[in-house]
């Protein structure tokens, strides 16, 4: 069984073969649990047509706002847009993604990967990406679905929405492997995140959006990585301005909690 | 003497001012089945992840294939496979993906089918991680040790919580790998497990190595008192008692005669030659036993002897190193 194995080298101390199959499995594992693509996938959708078909007076054209503003003649549904996105953003980064990571830890199952030459490293890369193909489906299929039921304008500067949409990620997915990092186990992962990802959705316009949103909320939310998010894309979808604030707080909140998250993060 | 392929030299690691390990040393041949046994919180785990590089060593060294796992621990991950004591899958990965999944991770890994096959998992390869039996994960988790074809493979508590027919169904499996080249570390509580498999074993208590040897060689180097436990027809016990306690008397091989639990046997403790003292006396008293056996000796009479107490398998982490402190 092992005398064909050729004597150690001290060449290799970490090492990513397998990574593909990695992936795969982990996929397909995920798959598996109902909740964890149904939230990254569909939820973003069911909230746009919940809100946009529940709540009277959502499809119809704004006409209080004064004829020469952005949002006169836009539907309500229309302005809550960016925040289903931001909030597609926020689900698999915050809600799914370190509850993953947590449980793998306490399980021991990055402390088995360990004692292989996979790097444990290998399996948080797997569901960043999971997440992060989730996360882009998720909107895409809120975009597709919003737009065939209601119908939306073009937005203005699309480039900017993909890049608010980018970054907005950047730096949800820093804060999820924060939680990721310093939650003992699953439970405290999911207590926390639940504790960030509320406050969150309401800075990012859920029960308020774009511009019916109050001022003090709109000011507090700035400075958030998902208020940033859907304010950026809000901005960026309706109207002429350039939100640099908001983006450079997103580059902030990455460039700085990333390498917080990777020198907390704990192994076993 | 054979080169050693597992090396651990005055291995020493503490948790703040807990010393979990204060000083071991042992070396592990090529082939073997080699033990490290003793009672849970012994620092037989911590001397085992210290060794596959999961904790970092206070002091000492420790080397698998002649590397130092300390320094440079990715270059042996290839060729050591582990078996931790917890269960670490997802519950819902089936046996054979995650068989598929840690084959891809080695560069000459086993085939996936041959270890279900050899662990009997075959008919459960489609079957998630969570609906398995105790003794199935425990398969499967040394079927993951050895996917990677590993030189050394280390097993830790592998038969803890089985049942009595799970744990011999795994002791054989545990030989069958062994005659397949692996050279195993075995890590275990049990000391009829260790008596059963190790062809050498160290015995660990607080910290450091109490003893050392072949299972047999440390019960034949017990102290040579021998007991017989002599028992007689209900009629003829209280005679014999008196002919075995005046026998002791006199007789220098013989040392004492103690109760051996039921009225009508009698335990006799002598020298390594106190069965021929023995039967001389019985015959001249013409008194016939019913049954005559000798008392076996076994690990937990070597644990006894080197530590002065009785083992205990789940005495608890704070007492043993208490015990390691003093």
Same mark, same amino acid.
């Given at each position: ?268 | ?37 003793g009672p849970n919180g012994a620092g037989k785990t911590t001397t085992v992840e210290t060794l596959a590089g999961l904790r970092h060593a206070d002091g000492g060294t420790v080397r698998v294939l002649g590397i130092d796992t300390q320094r440079n621990p ?107 080249? #692996? ?111 000798? #008392? ?31």
């Amino acid at each position: 069984m092992t005398t064909t194995a050729p004597a150690p080298t001290a060449a290799r101390t970490g090492s990513w073969r397998g990574f593909g199959r990695l992936l795969r499995t982990e996929t397909a594992v995920w798959l598996r649990d109902f909740a964890a693509p149904f939230f990254g996938i569909l939820f973003p959708t069911v909230i746009l047509l919940g809100v946009g078909l529940a709540i009277p007076g959502m499809r119809d054209p704004i006409t209080d706002a004064p004829p020469d503003s952005v949002w006169y003649g836009l539907t309500p549904v229309a302005t809550y847009l960016p925040t289903v996105l931001a909030m597609a953003v926020g689900t698999a980064s915050l809600t799914v993604m370190p509850v993953t990571i947590a449980t793998y830890r306490e399980k021991g199952v990055l402390r088995r990967l360990s004692t292989t030459p996979m790097r444990p490293q290998g399996i948080v890369v797997a569901h960043l990406v999971i997440n992060a193909v989730t996360t882009v489906v998720g909107a895409a299929l809120a975009l597709v679905v919003g737009q065939l039921v209601f119908g939306f304008v073009a937005p203005e500067q699309l480039g900017v929405v993909v890049l608010s949409f980018v970054l907005g990620m950047a730096a949800m997915f820093t804060l999820g492997m924060l939680v990721a990092a310093v939650a003992p186990r699953a439970s405290a992962a999911n207590a926390i995140a639940m504790s960030l990802y509320f406050p969150m959705l309401l800075l990012a316009g859920l029960w308020t959006p774009g511009p019916i949103m109050p001022e003090v909320l709109r000011q507090i939310g700035q400075f958030t990585p998902l208020g940033a998010a859907a304010q950026s894309m809000t901005t960026a979808w309706f109207e002429q301005g350039f939100p640099l604030l908001q983006l450079i707080v997103m580059a902030v909140w990455t460039v700085v909690a990333l390498p917080v998250a990777i020198r907390l993060f704990r192994w076993s | 003497m054979v080169q050693p392929i597992v090396e651990v030299r005055n291995l020493r690691k503490t948790y703040g001012d807990k010393v979990a390990v204060d000083d071991v040393s042992f070396a592990v041949e090529p082939g073997e089945i080699f033990g490290i046994l003793g009672p849970n919180g012994a620092g037989k785990t911590t001397t085992v992840e210290t060794l596959a590089g999961l904790r970092h060593a206070d002091g000492g060294t420790v080397r698998v294939l002649g590397i130092d796992t300390q320094r440079n621990p990715g270059a042996v991950r290839d060729h050591l496979g582990v078996q931790l004591q917890e269960a670490a899958l997802h519950d819902k990965i089936t046996v054979g993906e995650a068989l598929r999944l840690f084959a891809a991770f080695y560069d000459d890994p086993a085939d996936p089918d041959e270890l279900l096959e050899l662990l009997d998992l075959t008919p459960h390869a489609g079957v998630q991680f969570a609906r398995l039996s105790g003794g199935q994960r425990q398969r499967l988790s040394i079927a993951l040790a050895l996917v990677g074809n590993p030189r050394v493979a280390i097993l830790d508590e592998l038969t803890t919580g089985l049942d009595p027919q799970a744990r011999r169904s795994t002791w054989d499996l545990v030989e069958r790998v062994r005659a397949t080249g #692996v050279t195993i570390l075995l890590v275990t509580h049990f000391m009829d497990e260790a008596e059963r498999l190790c062809d050498r074993l160290v015995v660990i208590d607080g910290g450091r190595v109490v003893a050392e040897g072949t299972p047999a060689g440390l019960i034949d180097g017990l102290e040579s008192e021998r007991t017989v436990v002599v028992r007689f027809a209900a009629e003829d016990a209280p005679r014999a008692r008196g002919v075995l306690d005046e026998l002791a008397a006199r007789h220098p091989d013989v040392l004492r005669v103690d109760d051996a639990g039921a009225a009508t046997e009698v335990a006799v403790t002598g020298s390594r030659r106190v069965l021929f003292a023995l039967v001389p006396a019985l015959a001249e008293a013409d008194l016939v036993p019913e049954d005559v056996r000798t #008392v076996t000796k076994s690990l937990e009479d070597v644990f006894l002897a080197v530590t002065g107490r009785q083992y205990d398998p789940q005495a608890g982490d704070a007492q043993q190193l208490e015990g390691a402190r003093s």
